[in-house]
């Protein structure tokens, strides 16, 4: 069974920075495509980031290009999202996800299927 935890996420001022941490367990990890995604209040989730099985491929949402970072650790089991220059527009619960089939590319946000339950970031003005 996949199991994928977050922390990090906290109340930071605008220009401030976070790193959001996902910690996956159940399967061998190095083997998927995981990702980010995120959810404001009365808006539809949207995908951040996401980064290929080794590490060498990743995928940015263009309103985060240049200030957020997607890594991994394979060795620990877990993913990375630095998150810099945070804007009050960054506000919402963020998701850790994984896919169900192994490798691929990391910029297609149909084929996440295992999510973790989520890590409240919210940037004050």
């Known amino acids: 069974q996949v199991q994928l935890v977050e922390s990090g996420g906290g109340l930071v001022q605008a220009g401030g920075s976070l790193r959001l941490s996902c910690v996956a367990s159940?399967?061998?990890?190095?083997?998927?495509?995981m990702g980010w995604f995120r959810q404001a209040p009365g808006k539809e989730r949207e995908f951040v980031s996401g980064?290929?099985?080794?590490?060498?491929?990743?995928y940015y949402l263009d309103s985060v290009k240049g200030r957020f970072t997607i890594s991994r650790n394979n060795g620990k089991n877990t993913m990375y999202l630095q998150m810099n220059s945070l804007k009050p527009e960054d506000t919402a619960i963020y998701y850790c996800?994984?896919?169900?089939?192994?490798?691929?590319?990391?910029?297609?946000?149909?084929?996440?299927?295992?999510w973790g339950q989520g890590a409240q970031v919210t940037v004050s003005s």
């Open positions: 996800a994984t896919t169900k089939l192994a490798f691929g590319s990391p910029d297609r946000p149909a084929m996440f299927a295992y």
């Open positions: 159940g399967r061998t990890f190095g083997l998927y495509v």
């Open positions: 980064i290929s099985s080794s590490g060498d491929n990743t």
